[in-house]
């Protein structure tokens, strides 16, 4: 009950944007988590005391077992058609949509749409491998760029409301980038979409909570996506070097920082080092082709076959 009454009394107050925090305190046998300046609100996410389960997060028990990406797509995608994967520069969110838009061409019916609405960077985007996206049957769709003027493909709203197809989108990777999906919001805030929010605890945004709070705040006022949509990704990496230490380490680091918030959805590795790992106790972690592996990138890289 004083949950409830909290939640309606913080969601009607207007919270500046500078006050970017979170705060926990207990009540009752229960964590209150304070997420302020979201959307220029406040949001309340509970959690019990024992165990990390929040209550907009999907509640799930987990499998025993290692699970791939067609169980994780069969156990908690059912009923998804599009899915939206958001992150600040180098989380690795490109390499996971390709690596998901492969896996729903394989695992269901439905025609797979990939979109690159990548504007910030020239380099590492998903477009790069359009046409080998398009040998396994993905439809990919991106607008050419000239120079460094910010362009946008046609076609999201349409293919986003289709049910027969199912609609991939590679985001930006800050504020500036996730502008692209603030027009499509309508579309995505329904139980058809799963939205993903990439977490690289190596990377200079994602090092603590405050700059992971201040990054993702920023993305959710110009994408006009709710947080208690998104599905948290631990991804960390140091590209094409890293090895299963720094794997292991930037994962516990992220689990340490987000846990006590929220739920990870999965954790991803290159594949390279998934054969030769254990599954961490209720977190899938899903095996992750690296395709974005330019020539320069082989060379500069030791384990790299020559």
Not at 139 to 163: C, I, N, S, W
Request: hydrophobic share 40%; aromatic share 8%; net charge negative.
């Amino acid at each position: 009950m004083i949950s409830n009454i909290l939640y309606c009394i913080l969601i009607s107050l207007s919270i500046p944007p500078s006050a970017i925090t979170l705060h926990r305190t207990a009540q009752n046998g229960e964590v209150i988590t304070l997420i302020h300046s979201l959307h220029f609100t406040c949001h309340v996410i509970v959690t019990k005391m024992k165990g990390v389960r929040t209550a907009v997060h999907r509640k799930q028990e987990r499998g025993k077992g290692a699970v791939g990406w067609k169980e994780y797509l069969e156990q908690s995608c059912t009923g998804c058609k599009n899915f939206v994967l958001l992150g600040e520069a180098g989380s690795g969110k490109s390499e996971l949509a390709l690596e998901l838009a492969v896996h729903l061409a394989q695992c269901q019916p439905l025609p797979v749409h990939f979109f690159d609405l990548d504007m910030t960077k020239p380099l590492f985007r998903s477009r790069d491998l359009a046409q080998e996206m398009e040998t396994l049957g993905i439809v990919f769709h991106y607008e050419k760029q000239f120079m460094d003027a910010p362009t946008q493909v046609g076609g999201v709203m349409r293919l986003l409301r289709d049910e027969d197809c199912c609609v991939v989108m590679d985001v930006g990777g800050d504020a500036n980038g996730a502008r692209a999906v603030g027009g499509y919001a309508p579309a995505l805030g329904t139980g058809k979409t799963a939205i993903y929010y990439i977490v690289n605890s190596y990377r200079p945004w994602s090092c603590d909570i405050d700059h992971i709070d201040g990054t993702l705040s920023r993305i959710l006022q110009v994408s006009h996506l709710r947080l208690e949509n998104l599905r948290f990704v631990a991804n960390p990496n140091n590209g094409a070097f890293t090895t299963q230490q720094e794997f292991e380490k930037g994962l516990l680091k992220t689990r340490q920082m987000l846990e006590p918030y929220c739920r990870l959805e999965f954790a991803a590795v290159s594949d390279a080092l998934y054969a030769d790992m254990t599954e961490p106790n209720e977190l899938p972690v899903l095996p992750l082709a690296l395709r974005l592996t330019y020539p320069w990138l082989r060379e500069e890289d030791p384990r790299a076959e020559r």
